[in-house]
């Protein structure tokens, strides 16, 4: 099962401008997370933000969550062409310790 | 200790043959997972483990699959009789409880690069 739904599905940027990535969710969480998974490898940890926060910054990564909508972005600023990847967003169901995981949003940042 | 290990990174088979994929976490971390990816979508999660108890199982997971932890260290992943929809990417994380009241359900992965399976 999946609890995300990122959206777009998939996003083609030019260098230097800024990439927004979006996630749907269906349960209650503590914790949203943000993943990325370069081409062929393992999934690395982003950024968390817990349910009482709305907004975190991390270097040139800016997350925000609403969760009266279920819902949470993504925003890499200033894009550059080693940020292509798959971004997928992750929540722990219920609140437990079941992280599940959406179907991502590719980007492609042309150089 | 350099992060999760997954063995082996590729493992061809045939139809009905049975393969095991083995992984290693970070040695401190009680929580275990195994998730699987098919090409363009996202890691569907198959089970997790605290420490050696199998605390939940996916609807996913067929009578064919089956996971181990045995000591609470390493795990194994074992698929019988594969079929060719079992072709897929099997990825391992770990993560750590943490005992910090005021971080409840921070429950970071650290994933492994895991094992590719591709079934003829």
């Known amino acids: 099962s999946q609890q995300g739904e990122e959206d777009p599905q998939a996003l083609s940027i030019q260098e230097g401008e800024n990439a927004t990535m979006n996630c749907s969710y269906k349960?209650?969480?503590?914790?949203l997370q943000w993943y990325r998974q370069n081409s062929g490898r393992g999934l690395v940890h982003l950024i968390l933000?817990?349910?009482?926060?709305r907004e975190k910054h991390s270097g040139r990564l800016r997350v925000t969550l609403d969760t009266s909508k279920k819902s949470s972005s993504l925003l890499i600023t200033a894009s550059r062409a080693a940020d292509t990847a798959s971004y997928f967003c992750?929540?722990?169901?219920?609140?437990?310790?079941?992280?599940?995981f959406g179907a991502g949003t590719r980007l492609f940042v042309k150089a | 200790d350099t992060g999760v290990s997954q063995d082996p990174r590729h493992k061809i088979t045939k139809r009905g043959q049975n393969v095991t994929f083995r992984c290693d976490p970070i040695s401190e971390h009680n929580r275990l997972y195994w998730y699987r990816q098919t090409l363009g979508q996202g890691p569907e999660f198959l089970t997790y483990?605290?420490?050696?108890?199998?605390?939940?199982k996916s609807r996913l997971l067929s009578d064919r699959f089956s996971a181990e932890r045995p000591k609470g260290s390493f795990s194994t992943l074992e698929i019988q009789r594969t079929e060719q929809g079992d072709s897929a990417m099997y990825l391992c994380?770990?993560?750590?409880?943490?005992?910090?009241?005021?971080?409840?359900?921070?429950?970071?992965?650290?994933f492994g690069a895991g094992s590719r399976l591709t079934v003829l």
């Open positions: 992750a929540t722990d169901e219920g609140g437990g310790f079941k992280t599940i």
């Open positions: 349960t209650s969480i503590n914790n």
């Open positions: 483990f605290q420490n050696e108890a199998q605390l939940e």
């Open positions: 933000i817990r349910s009482n926060e």
């Open positions: 994380a770990s993560s750590l409880r943490s005992r910090l009241a005021a971080t409840p359900g921070a429950n970071v992965l650290t």
